[in-house]
Each structure stands twice: as structure tokens, then as C-alpha cells.
């Protein structure tokens, strides 16, 4: 009797412990979320095959690369006219601080989408340029500026004023005081706002579809064209986003934690 | 040290400090109180020369506050601690000697452990500040602040952001800095520290000196609003 109740206690911790671990917890939500999957892809009206894909891969790994290379360009892109947004509000010039809120108002006013089709189909002919991609991911990039302006902002302002005091008051130049003091704190507390921007563009460059350019979504709506595998082809477009996008969310709270100087 | 203010005059919307004039030699941990907004920080930062008067000067044992090389003999200790987050306690010092002082890396690095030592933080050098206590980061703040070897040491309330331990801890850390022949003006709503560590005080109000002494004028206040500052802070 004792022994087989001690069992039991010791039965009902250890149970309960499972249930309240990280890792446990984690493989229940994910789980779920396949087996809802799995609920989706069991009821389409033709069972998936995912053997249709065969002789696609090459395609869609094109349109994999591409979403890939646009999304890194327009990411360098933002972080770059981000910063000089940034010295725009910044600025001692009430034009061009007054240029850099007006500007923030109509981007923040702007589906991503329309940003898109306005700078293919409509700004680029008016400067005689049919460069569709050039101007659909300057589309993007200008969408992504004021977000990369706030992280700007929002960073310089965590260095505080007592510190810059300490810094002159201990003589550092000012080569010095950026180089070893302002910009090595700057660079870790941008990188996990920068990464969550980055999914943002990889998300958004999906949109890059409506100008025909060869990115994930294009290329697997080609596969879908020619094969009538739609289902099996929303369903690989869903999982490969999620395959980039989860990972560098995962990253980016790992960089978050490990930097972290709060 | 010898302290000479004349016609010390500053404003930011309204007068802060209103025509200060002293003259002080021989004392070496001046305290300065008053309540809040009465001009403590800024008279502290003048002395420094962290910020420059509108009208006045400030001399400081013969050298002028705006001259040039004034600050190279001051230590600043604000009221939270300014470390550098991204670097650790040792480096927060090293730094500061090699880059701004020409020091090497072994002689700094020698410097640094001496005073972090000397504020019972050999222990913590190598964590970064966000892994220590406010009072061991303001402590670190005021070691980082020493290794300089600077003539005189201002902190201004150096323990008004921490709890009642970490405010002894600090205080007592700095009290047994006394014997290392440095000068002392500080900043601070401690009244027990004001009469156990300073030799001079100074009752600031509304940006005048309202009544100035050596701490036993805190028992025996002579003016009105001194007495009522005693009266709160009791
Ligand atoms: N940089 C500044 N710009 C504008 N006004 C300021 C500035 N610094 C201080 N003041 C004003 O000057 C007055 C005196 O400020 P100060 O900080 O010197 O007071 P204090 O005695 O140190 O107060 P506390 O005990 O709250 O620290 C206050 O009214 C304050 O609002
Ligand atoms: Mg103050």
C-alpha cells in the first residue's frame, strides 16, 4: 500500500512536470498545428500529391532564390534610406524634417500592394522606365523606410544624455566616443528590429507576384498553371514562407536575449 | 580645496542660480542640499564644468572652469550610473584609460582592478552592467570615475535611484574613500551622510545659497527654510 501510493506521487509529478515543460508544451502546439494541416489536406476534393511536383523543383527553387534576393536587397535598401530618414527628422532644417513627416504619413497610408503597382505602373512610366522590378521593389523599400526610421529613433535615443556627458566629460573624441562607445551599443539593439523587418519584406515581396516577377509566389502559381496542382501548390507556398520566416523569428528573440544590454 | 564662485548666474527658462558667490579653502567634502529644483544639479554640473554658466565664473583650486584642461582632474558621478552597457565593469575602465588617458593595456587593466577593488567589486569585473545590482553599478560608476586619479570627485545623489541597503552600501563604500586624499563635492538627500562625511554644506534654495557651514549648522539652523528642510527629511 505505501509503496504503490509513493508510486502514484511519484507517477503524478513527473506527469505534471511534463505538462508544464517548455519543450513539451511546444511539441503539443506544433502538433496541433500539422495535425490541422493534415485535417486541410485531407479534405480538398482531389487528394494531394505531392509527387506533381516532379520536374518543378527547379522552378520553384528559382522562385525561392528570387524571393530571397529581393527581399536581402530591399532589406540593405531600407536599412540604408531608413537612416537617412532618420537624419532627415532629425535635422536642424524644419523643410526637411516637415519633408521627412509627410512622407511617413502617405507611406503609412499605403497598402503595400498599391505602393507596388503605383511605383511599376505608374511613377516609373512617368520617368519613361518600364524597369518593373526596379521600381516595384523601390516600392517596397520605400514601404519598409519609416518603419527602419523608427528603429533608428528609438535606438539613438536609448544611449542617454548622461552618458554622452560621461563621455566628454572623460574626453573621449569624437571619432572615439562613435567607434568605441555609441556605435558598437547601436549595432546589437538594431539587429532584432532589423530581422523582424526583414520577415516583414520577405512576407510582403510575395506582392512582387502582380508584376510578373519570378519570385516564390509567381513561380509556384506557374506550376500551379500548368499542372491544376493548386492545392498542392498553396500548401508548399504556405510551408516555405513559414520554413524562412519562423527561423529568423526564432533567430531574431535568440539575438534579442544573447544582446540584449537592458 | 579652494573654491572661488563669482557672480554665478544661470537660467534655462528662469533663473536657476541667482548671482552665487563663495569663497572656500581648506575643506575637502563640501555637501550640497536643498530640495528638489533648487539648483543642486546644476550648481554641481557648473563646478565641473560639464555646462558652461551664462554669467560668472568658477575657480577651482587656481584653474578656471573653462579653461582646458579642467576637466582632466574631475570625477562625475551621476545620479544612475553612466557605465558603458556593452562593455563589462573592467572594460568600462580600461577603456577610459587607454583611449582617453594613453595608458596601456596591462598598467589600465592594473588601475582598473586597484579601484574596482577598492569598492568591493574584484569579484563582479568581468560582468557586463546589467548583471549587476544598481548599487554595484553605481559603485562601479564611482570607480570608473577614480581610476582617472582625478583632484576632486562630484556625484550628484549618487544613490537616489537605489533602495535603502544599496543606498548605505554605496555611502559607506564612499566613505572609505576619505583617506585616499582626494576632494569631495557632493550632492545628496542623505542627511546622515551630509553630517558623517562632509566638512562644509551648503543649503541651497530656490538658486541661492541659503545658508552654508559646517555640518553642525544642520542641528542648529538658522534660517527659516533650512529649518523646515530639516523638518521634511527627518
Ligand atoms: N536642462 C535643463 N533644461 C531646462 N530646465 C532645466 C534643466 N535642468 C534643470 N532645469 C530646471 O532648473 C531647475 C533646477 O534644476 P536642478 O536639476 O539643478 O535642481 P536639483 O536641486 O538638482 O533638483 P533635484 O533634487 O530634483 O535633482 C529646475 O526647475 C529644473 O526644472
Ligand atoms: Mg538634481
Given at each position: 500500500m505505501v509503496w504503490s501510493s509513493s508510486l502514484k506521487n511519484k507517477c503524478f509529478f513527473y506527469m505534471r512536470r511534463m505538462l508544464k515543460s517548455k519543450t513539451l508544451s511546444y511539441i503539443i502546439a506544433i502538433s496541433l498545428f500539422i495535425g490541422f494541416l493534415v485535417f486541410v489536406a485531407l479534405r480538398q476534393r482531389t487528394p494531394i500529391n505531392f509527387s506533381r511536383l516532379a520536374g518543378y523543383e527547379s522552378l520553384i527553387l528559382e522562385g525561392f532564390i528570387n524571393t530571397i534576393i529581393v527581399s536581402v536587397i530591399a532589406l540593405f535598401g531600407s536599412i540604408i534610406l531608413g537612416f537617412i530618414m532618420y537624419l532627415m527628422t532629425k535635422s536642424k532644417s524644419q523643410t526637411l524634417r516637415t519633408i521627412a513627416d509627410v512622407f511617413t504619413e502617405i507611406i503609412y497610408g499605403t497598402p503595400l500592394l498599391v505602393m507596388i503597382i503605383v511605383m511599376a505602373f505608374l511613377i516609373g512610366p512617368a520617368f519613361n522606365s518600364f524597369n518593373r522590378i526596379v521600381w516595384a521593389l523601390s516600392g517596397i523599400i520605400i514601404y519598409i523606410t519609416p518603419y527602419m526610421s523608427n528603429v533608428y529613433r528609438s535606438v539613438f535615443k536609448s544611449i542617454s544624455d548622461e552618458q554622452y556627458m560621461a563621455m566628454d566629460l572623460f574626453g573621449f573624441t569624437a571619432t572615439q566616443k562613435y567607434r568605441y562607445i555609441i556605435i558598437p551599443q547601436v549595432l546589437r539593439m538594431l539587429m532584432p528590429p532589423f530581422m523582424n523587418n526583414f520577415s516583414l519584406i520577405i512576407k510582403g515581396s510575395a506582392l512582387l507576384n502582380v508584376i510578373s516577377h519570378r519570385e516564390l509566389f509567381f513561380t509556384i502559381s506557374l506550376f500551379q498553371t500548368r499542372t491544376f496542382a493548386y492545392s498542392e501548390g498553396y500548401l508548399l507556398m504556405w510551408l516555405l514562407y513559414i520554413m524562412i520566416t519562423v527561423p529568423l523569428s526564432q533567430l531574431t528573440k535568440y539575438v534579442e536575449r544573447r544582446w540584449s544590454l537592458e | 580645496m579652494n573654491i572661488k564662485i563669482k557672480n554665478l548666474t544661470h537660467a534655462y527658462?528662469?533663473?536657476?542660480?541667482?548671482?552665487l558667490h563663495l569663497d572656500l579653502d581648506g575643506y575637502h567634502a563640501i555637501g550640497i542640499i536643498g530640495i528638489s529644483g533648487s539648483g543642486k544639479s546644476t550648481l554641481l554640473r557648473i563646478l565641473a564644468g560639464i555646462e558652461k554658466p551664462n554669467q560668472g565664473t568658477v575657480e577651482i583650486n587656481g584653474q578656471f572652469?573653462?579653461?582646458?584642461?579642467?576637466?582632466?582632474n574631475i570625477g562625475f558621478v551621476f545620479q544612475s550610473h553612466t557605465l558603458f552597457?556593452?562593455?563589462t565593469l573592467l572594460e568600462n575602465i580600461t577603456i577610459v584609460l587607454e583611449k582617453?588617458?594613453?595608458?596601456d593595456k596591462q598598467t589600465a587593466k592594473k588601475t582598473a582592478i586597484e579601484n574596482l577593488t577598492r569598492l568591493g567589486l574584484d569579484d563582479q569585473?568581468?560582468?557586463?552592467?546589467?548583471?549587476?545590482?544598481g548599487g554595484q553599478a553605481q559603485r562601479a560608476s564611482i570607480a570608473r570615475a577614480l581610476s582617472v586619479n582625478p583632484d576632486i570627485l562630484f556625484l550628484d545623489?549618487?544613490?537616489?535611484?537605489?533602495?535603502p541597503i544599496l543606498t548605505d552600501e554605496v555611502l559607506s563604500s564612499v566613505e572609505k574613500?576619505?583617506?585616499?586624499g582626494k576632494d569631495f563635492i557632493f550632492v545628496t538627500h542623505v542627511i546622515s551622510f551630509v553630517k558623517d562625511f562632509a566638512d562644509y554644506v551648503l543649503y541651497m534654495d530656490q538658486g541661492v545659497i541659503a545658508e552654508q557651514g559646517t555640518p553642525d549648522m544642520l542641528d542648529n539652523p538658522k534660517t527659516d527654510a533650512l529649518k523646515n528642510f530639516m523638518n521634511k527629511v527627518r
Open positions: - | 527658462d528662469v533663473n536657476v542660480l541667482d548671482d572652469a573653462d579653461d582646458k584642461h579642467y576637466k582632466q552597457p556593452h562593455l582617453t588617458r594613453g595608458i569585473k568581468d560582468k557586463r552592467p546589467n548583471k549587476v545590482s545623489e549618487p544613490t537616489s535611484s537605489l533602495d574613500l576619505k583617506g585616499l
